[in-house]
């Protein structure tokens, strides 16, 4: 008979917080007990502040515990050994966990449950379900995901099903399916979750990509900071060939299509589609100017559908559930449920997927429990670098693209950074900036200049010259960014800076202090 | 330079090869050599201005060996509300170095990185190659240890 099976995540913020060396001291110590275990190196549950959490698997469910630290392995065994027992770290099932309960995990329904290398775990658990409804009928597919109004993730909230209509109608010898997980934005880890915790359902939504729109060929273009979802990727496109799921005969049909991870190389605008096609095509990522649209001239000029991680992971739920269900979740133009990511700042951090319309409120004082060095929140970021500050007084802001954009935000790709009231939003403002001139592609001079000239201004106003006159020129100069510039880099930049000023005035208007800062 | 003959002729057939050519080539010499490049411009059928365009366009890629050691510090917003900005300041005193620069001992490089994904477990850091999240000082001064060895 097989030993008890006991998980420890090999999610990144795990492994960065001991999760190897943890697997290690439980296989150390069933060995010196004899006891015969099975490691699952599974995802991350999202709940962030308890990890490293591990499970062990009993006759009445998963028990957690976390967060386990080194000195805590034996005892922990120990509870485990005898069927999920007491323990101060026993979390219990963490499917009871409030911060679960409240969820709606379409998206990641699977995350943090299944052995994320096992292709037999993952048909188990749904997998592949969407997939043989496409199969069942492959012209049907762009419509389905289209009546699901499912919009690009990424942060443009692009619908997703006219971005494929427009590739599926195009005519070429060649097209592509291109996964952008060059998730570069500060607060935002829900594409290295699931490609860590759950990569078959990105291979399995390339797929139906590829399927319904012809194209044969994807990629997954993957920031070089994530070696873990570089490494998990490719186990499972390996795993998912050898099980007959991609090459030239998918799941046995008559359709053909096969994928390759690629590595980005440290450049932000890489994450913005056009400067990322570039670089796969082994160039600078310099940043196209449309039109032409990727899904006209993409990849090598061939008609190419881009999507976020999240956009293509979700649409197996979307063709197995139908686009009914789907779409009945979320408010106004914003179907479904978003991955929210919480962080910076904040006592319970995590990744908390739910149906669009929560508020900012619920989400940083109910759920992330606010500060965790106690002290109030004076902000958050939403959408990344490029998103806008909020400050309390906005915090009844549904998560919505519209709601977002109406308050002069985004909720991008739905990550929340929180501050709390030590922050100093004129050097947020001034960090903007500078992070805008560090990254910028150069192809277009409002954000390759405006960025140096932005961040010299910010520094005028913080040192208190001229002050009425350097807001202004720093109010016109934004204006220019977000009018000129060619893509978000530039464009968005504004947002964070805008936003600061407008809603945190005092910051800007103390006494000269950049002097004694630097 | 047999080495960068054997890297190109193992990514033959593979489509817009630049970036994993690069990638195996730092990973084999630990930087991007000069010689290297006009390799790799001629087997590519690219000029060797376009090749040094792209090495230098990326921040991965360096031109020149870094030190034994590379402690990446994540100096993004997440890791700004988590005090970030105080432990980069504490590495580079402690270092005698800026960001961006190598100890004169050839020990240690460090280098500023925009984000991990750890951004709920911040500030975080990656020691060459390593990840490591809930830094606080203690934690920061023993990674800083670690690169004595």
């Known amino acids: 008979m097989s030993g008890i099976r006991i998980y420890v995540p090999g999610d990144a913020v795990a492994v960065a917080c001991g999760a190897d060396e943890l697997a290690r001291a439980i296989a150390s110590a069933a060995s010196i007990r004899k006891r015969d275990i099975e490691i699952v190196r599974n995802g991350s549950r999202g709940m962030h502040w308890l990890e490293p959490m591990l499970e062990v698997a009993t006759d009445k469910g998963r028990i957690a515990y976390g967060p386990v630290e080194l000195g805590d392995v034996d005892s922990v065994f120990e509870a485990m050994l005898a069927g999920g027992g007491e323990h101060k770290l026993r979390v219990g099932p963490p499917e009871d966990h409030p911060f679960l309960k409240k969820q709606t995990r379409l998206t990641f329904a699977r995350c943090g449950i299944v052995d994320p290398r096992s292709l037999d775990d993952y048909k188990a658990y749904d997998g592949y379900k969407g997939l043989a409804k496409a199969l069942a009928n492959p012209a049907a597919i762009v419509d389905e995901v289209a009546q699901s109004g499912l919009r690009g993730r990424g942060g443009a909230g692009f619908p997703t099903g006219i971005k494929w209509k427009t590739v599926a109608e195009a005519q070429a010898d060649r097209k592509y399916i291109v996964c952008n997980a060059d998730e570069g934005d500060s607060g935002t880890f829900a594409d290295r979750m699931i490609m860590e915790g759950d990569p078959f359902v990105l291979i399995e939504g390339m797929t139906i990509a590829g399927i319904a729109v012809g194209a044969t060929k994807g990629f997954v273009y993957i920031r070089s900071e994530y070696p873990h979802a570089i490494a998990v990727m490719n186990d499972a496109i390996l795993a998912a060939r050898r099980g007959g799921m991609l090459g030239n005969s998918v799941a046995g049909s008559t359709f053909a299509f096969d994928l390759e991870v690629r590595e980005g190389a440290g450049a932000y605008v890489c994450g913005e589609e056009t400067a990322l096609l570039e670089s796969l095509e082994g160039k600078r990522g310099l940043v196209r100017a449309k039109p032409p649209l990727p899904a006209h001239k993409g990849l090598f000029g061939r008609p190419t559908v881009i999507n976020n991680v999240l956009s293509l992971a979700t649409v197996p739920i979307v063709m197995d559930k139908g686009a009914a269900f789907y779409k009945n979740f979320g408010m106004g133009r914003s179907r479904g449920t978003m991955p929210i990511q919480l962080a910076g700042n904040l006592q319970y951090g995590g990744l908390f997927e739910t149906a669009f319309g929560i508020t900012l409120r619920e989400l940083v004082d109910d759920i992330g429990g606010g500060c965790f060095t106690g002290r109030p929140v004076k902000a958050v970021q939403v959408g990344g670098p490029l998103g806008a500050y909020f400050p309390r007084a906005l915090f009844d802001t549904p998560f919505d693209y519209e709601a977002f954009a109406a308050r002069d935000g985004l909720i991008g790709h739905g990550g929340i950074v929180v501050f709390d009231d030590s922050v100093d939003m004129a050097k947020q403002a001034r960090f903007a900036m500078e992070f805008c001139a560090v990254e910028s592609c150069g192809k277009c001079t409002p954000c390759r200049i405006g960025s140096t000239r932005g961040v010299e201004t910010v520094e005028r106003i913080m040192r208190g010259e001229e002050r009425e006159k350097n807001i202004a020129v720093l109010t016109d100069l934004c204006n220019t960014m977000k009018f000129g510039s060619l893509c978000a880099l530039g464009g968005f930049t504004p947002y964070p800076v805008m936003s600061a000023l407008r809603h945190f005035p005092d910051d800007f208007n103390t006494a000269p202090r950049l002097q004694a800062a630097e | ?149």
């Open chain 2, 1 to 149: 330079m047999e080495r960068a003959a054997q890297i190109l002729a193992e990514h033959r057939g593979t489509e817009g090869p630049l970036l994993p050519i690069l990638h195996a080539i730092q990973e084999t010499f630990g930087y991007v050599p000069e010689n290297a490049v006009a390799i790799i411009a001629e087997a590519l059928n690219l000029s060797r201005a376009e090749v040094h365009g792209v090495v230098t366009f990326y921040h991965d890629f360096r031109q020149e060996p870094a030190g034994r050691h590379v402690l990446k510090l994540c100096r993004a917003e997440a890791c700004q509300a988590a005090g970030g900005d105080a432990l980069a300041a504490r590495a580079e005193e402690r270092l005698g170095v800026r960001f961006g620069g190598t100890t004169k001992d050839g020990r240690v490089r460090l280098e500023p990185v925009y984000c991990l994904g750890l951004c709920s477990v911040s500030p975080s850091a990656m020691i060459d190659g390593r990840i490591v999240a809930r830094i606080d000082d203690k934690k920061l001064d023993a990674l800083l240890a670690e690169t004595d060895r």
